[in-house]
């Protein structure tokens, strides 16, 4: 019994790269990084669909393990994209359930809805990929403690308003009456002195007297202040 021979035939699923994409110099100037996250886009590939392919940060960063932070996989999406290999066809956007959507891309190297590939890397113009790290936004804090650690003093702005200290602190006969009509002896003075149980008439007016009394200008009569009725 003669044994079959599958010359050429791989038992299994296989992700395909194809050579004429890995001689190319824009794939030779790719990071490692690069190259892994287009392998698992590759992955998701189909040849009879020609679909575009999708692949959220969140699970490439599970799928790569070592090395995977998010913040380089963005950048490996970037530097993918900078050197022609993927081209984003749909953006990033929030489903009908309220879930988040990542970006659809097209491979330049397959064909795409039916229609031949496109190759963009080809037409790289040999400038590499060089994105210039991002300051952190906040400088980290000194955590240090101990007596012989110096703080850092954090500078403060003044205040908007200045403050003022009022010029005369009391009140009484010598504080000047606050009326829209000026001041006189018609105005009944501001003061922070209780007036007690003294019953108010219509016509009065309040001004301090001899001996600590307040009294009617009215020629009613002196009325004590806290007098029991």
Known sequence: MSRKRYKGKISGPFVPLLKDTLKTPAWKALSHGARSLYVLLKWRYNNNLTNAVYLSTR????ELGRGGERRNVMRWFRELEYYGFIVKVQLAHHGANGHGKAPHWRLTDVKHLRKEPTREFLRWD????????????YPPKNRSRGVNVPSTPVPTSPPLVPKRKAQNGTSGGNVPSISANGTG??????????????????????????????????????????SSR
């Open 185 to 226: 002896t018609h105005v009944p003075s501001i003061t922070s002195q209780p007036l007690g149980g003294a019953a108010m008439r219509p016509g009065w007016h309040l001004a301090p007297a001899a001996g600590g009394l307040w009294g009617d200008h009215s020629n009613n009569g002196l009325a004590a202040a806290g």
């Open 126 to 137: 040999g400038r590499l990929f060089d994105e210039p790290k991002r300051a952190r936004r």
């Open 59 to 62: 699970d490439a960063e599970k």
